[in-house]
């Protein structure tokens, strides 16, 4: 909103005083700060109406194991505090006309909408069965949809005349460690249900990870953190120094960084990087309050919101497989979970003591803070593997 209000007075000594706006490095970082000062300041006073309207209801999931109740009063849906800072950094310090942060909003508080039905239907009912999973995959592939066609896809030419759907996604795949002059296949309309996988997958898998006091909000920090950096690479107008040699003549020229370092550019990258980092800002706020032993839950408002936009900034950002590398205590959890039931299905046994494998170490005796912070350990190596991925390419 800031950007366009500086666009709108452009010409002017007040465009002067705000020119500090047009860098995108000066609206990432705000952006963050101003997640985080908001979700401070609202936290205490959503939590404490939270536990009064939650009054007496338990918010702990039948699955888990039995230490696990004396968790039961803390108050859930607490992912609306996480939803409330993402939109303001969101819609104070990114360009709005960016069609990238358009569709990576509709995936956050599309999924975060389907959340919070889940959780008020948990809360009504008085048990932990919530949305049916079905509803919740039908609702998630509208949104995403929505998100692809509505937003992310152009049904007319440059004269206005109607040509059908055309993506405004680069639909070539790209691989970790592997330059796009080397391997880039074009999925054409394929990309679609591909990308479908990646967005529905990873918020399933942070939902399913959401289990212990803070064990989702932090590798989602990571990741954000993470998608940020790629994202101002692919999209940011920085020119670095390299060296071309032309009929035997070498020179220094200026490249964009994304050419510099072999990634596909994305229009309007930097501007997701200011999403991301209303991410970060959100998170911490966040975990403020989550963090062992937690004075709130998340709830699926939160878990399915953030599984939602992580996923989104994946497609969005051409990192499809690379995510898989910074989800990788998201991914490893969901697998735990496919792990568990094929082998129930097929054998009558199961590998882990329960799944996801978070309650497995649980189960083995592992005290939770420890099983949290080691999940942050591994979240913040596999964010380091992803962006050391950018200069090996």
Same mark, same amino acid.
């Given at each position: 909103?800031?950007?366009?209000?500086?666009?709108?007075?452009?010409?002017?000594?007040?465009?002067?005083?705000?020119?500090?706006?047009?860098?995108?490095?000066?609206?990432? $970082?705000?952006?963050?700060?101003?997640?985080?000062?908001?979700?401070?300041?609202?936290?205490?006073?959503?939590?404490?109406?939270?536990?009064?309207?939650?009054?007496?209801?338990?918010?702990?999931?039948?699955?888990?194991?039995?230490?696990?109740?004396?968790?039961?009063?803390?108050?859930?849906?607490?992912?609306?505090?996480?939803?409330?800072?993402?939109? %303001?950094?969101?819609?104070?310090?990114?360009?709005?006309?960016?069609?990238? $942060?358009?569709?990576?909003?509709?995936?956050?508080?599309?999924?975060?909408?389907? &959340?919070?039905?889940?959780?008020?239907?948990?809360?009504?009912?008085?048990?932990?069965?919530?949305?049916?999973?079905?509803?919740?995959?039908?609702?998630?592939?509208?949104?995403?949809?929505?998100?692809?066609?509505?937003?992310?896809?152009?049904?007319?030419?440059?004269?206005?005349?109607?040509?059908?759907?055309?993506?405004?996604?680069?639909?070539?795949?790209?691989?970790?460690?592997?330059?796009?002059?080397?391997?880039?296949?074009?999925? &054409?309309?394929?990309?679609?249900?591909?990308?479908?996988?990646?967005?529905? &997958?990873?918020?399933?898998?942070?939902?399913?990870?959401?289990?212990?006091?803070?064990?989702?909000?932090?590798?989602?920090?990571?990741?954000?953190?993470?998608?940020?950096?790629?994202?101002?690479?692919?999209?940011?107008?920085?020119?670095?120094?390299?060296?071309?040699?032309?009929?035997?003549?070498?020179?220094?020229?200026?490249?964009?960084?994304?050419?510099?370092?072999?990634?596909?550019?994305?229009?309007?990258?930097?501007?997701?990087?200011?999403?991301?980092?209303?991410?970060?800002?959100?998170?911490?706020?966040?975990?403020?309050?989550?963090?062992?032993?937690?004075?709130?839950?998340?709830?699926?408002?939160?878990?399915?919101?953030?599984?939602?936009?992580? &996923?989104?900034?994946?497609?969005?950002?051409?990192?499809?497989?690379?995510?898989?590398?910074?989800?990788?205590?998201? %991914?490893?959890?969901?697998?735990?979970?496919?792990?568990?039931?094929?082998?129930?299905?097929?054998?009558?046994?199961?590998?882990?003591?329960?799944?996801?494998?978070?309650?497995?170490?649980?189960?083995?005796?592992?005290?939770?803070?420890?099983?949290?912070?080691?999940?942050?350990?591994?979240?913040?190596?596999?964010?380091?593997?992803?962006?050391?991925?950018?200069?090996?390419?």
């Amino acid at each position: 909103m800031l950007l366009l209000i500086y666009e709108w007075i452009q010409g002017t000594e007040a465009a002067r005083l705000l020119n500090f706006l047009r860098y995108p490095t000066f609206r990432i $970082v705000a952006a963050a700060v101003a997640s985080l000062l908001l979700g401070m300041f609202v936290g205490p006073r959503l939590i404490a109406w939270l536990r009064l309207k939650q009054h007496g209801q338990s918010n702990v999931r039948e699955d888990t194991p039995d230490t696990h109740q004396k968790k039961k009063g803390t108050p859930s849906m607490g992912g609306a505090l996480i939803l409330m800072c993402i939109a %303001f950094g969101t819609f104070i310090f990114a360009d709005l006309k960016s069609r990238a $942060v358009w569709a990576a909003l509709v995936l956050t508080m599309g999924y975060g909408f389907i &959340g919070f039905l889940d959780d008020w239907l948990k809360l009504s009912k008085r048990n932990s069965k919530g949305l049916a999973g079905r509803y919740k995959i039908v609702l998630q592939t509208v949104f995403y949809l929505v998100a692809i066609f509505g937003i992310m896809c152009t049904w007319t030419g440059p004269d206005g005349a109607f040509t059908g759907p055309r993506l405004l996604i680069d639909t070539k795949l790209t691989l970790p460690f592997v330059p796009t002059r080397w391997f880039n296949p074009d999925f &054409g309309w394929f990309y679609v249900f591909f990308a479908w996988i990646v967005v529905v &997958g990873t918020s399933n898998a942070v939902n399913l990870t959401d289990g212990l006091d803070g064990l989702a909000i932090m590798p989602t920090i990571i990741a954000a953190s993470t998608f940020a950096i790629l994202c101002y690479v692919a999209g940011s107008l920085t020119r670095i120094a390299d060296v071309e040699t032309v009929n035997g003549v070498t020179r220094l020229v200026g490249v964009p960084l994304w050419r510099y370092l072999g990634v596909p550019e994305v229009p309007g990258g930097a501007e997701l990087a200011v999403f991301c980092a209303s991410i970060v800002g959100a998170g911490i706020s966040f975990l403020w309050f989550n963090a062992y032993p937690a004075s709130v839950f998340m709830g699926d408002i939160g878990s399915l919101a953030l599984g939602g936009a992580l &996923g989104g900034l994946a497609v969005l950002s051409k990192n499809e497989v690379v995510s898989a590398i910074i989800h990788g205590v998201f %991914f490893a959890e969901i697998l735990s979970v496919m792990i568990q039931v094929t082998s129930f299905k097929l054998t009558g046994k199961r590998v882990f003591k329960m799944a996801p494998v978070h309650h497995h170490f649980e189960l083995k005796g592992m005290a939770e803070p420890k099983i949290i912070v080691r999940f942050w350990i591994v979240a913040i190596l596999c964010g380091g593997v992803a962006i050391l991925s950018l200069k090996l390419r």
